[in-house]
């Protein structure tokens, strides 16, 4: 079992900048891809970004491409997403996700292990 706990979000006005953290627990973090999806209010969750379990390599949504980052530190199990350039349409609960796998994924089934969410308000 991997426990996941986002943490980072809030309430931030257009242009702004959030950084979220995912932090995990149980087992060894370091074999993990690990991905951050979103789900707006009345919309289905989407991708947003993914990382490998060694962060050599990196996916992003068209949507957020340019102005998310995302990175891992495995020393301390936790991944991270930088947004930046937040538009009102990033407004979302954004979600932390952890697949058994060296690989990350666009697709939300591939994920073995989810956070509870942690709700990120754009305001214009």
């Known amino acids: 079992q991997v426990q996941l706990v986002e943490s980072g979000g809030g309430l931030v006005q257009a242009g702004g900048s959030l950084k979220l953290s995912c932090a995990a627990s149980?087992?060894?973090?370091?074999?993990?891809?690990m991905g951050w999806f979103r789900q707006a209010s009345g919309k289905e969750r989407e991708f947003v970004s993914a990382?490998?379990?060694?962060?050599?390599?990196?996916k992003y949504a068209d949507s957020v491409k340019g102005r998310f980052t995302i990175s891992r530190d495995n020393a301390k199990n936790t991944v991270y997403l930088q947004m930046s350039s937040l538009k009102p349409e990033d407004t979302a609960v954004y979600y932390c996700?952890?697949?058994?796998?060296?690989?990350?994924?666009?697709?939300?089934?591939?994920?073995?292990?989810w956070g509870q969410g942690t709700q990120v308000t754009v305001s214009s």
């Open positions: 996700a952890a697949r058994a796998d060296y690989s990350p994924s666009y697709y939300f089934y591939h994920y073995d292990y």
């Open positions: 149980g087992r060894t973090f370091g074999n993990y891809a």
């Open positions: 990382i490998s379990w060694s962060g050599g390599t990196t």
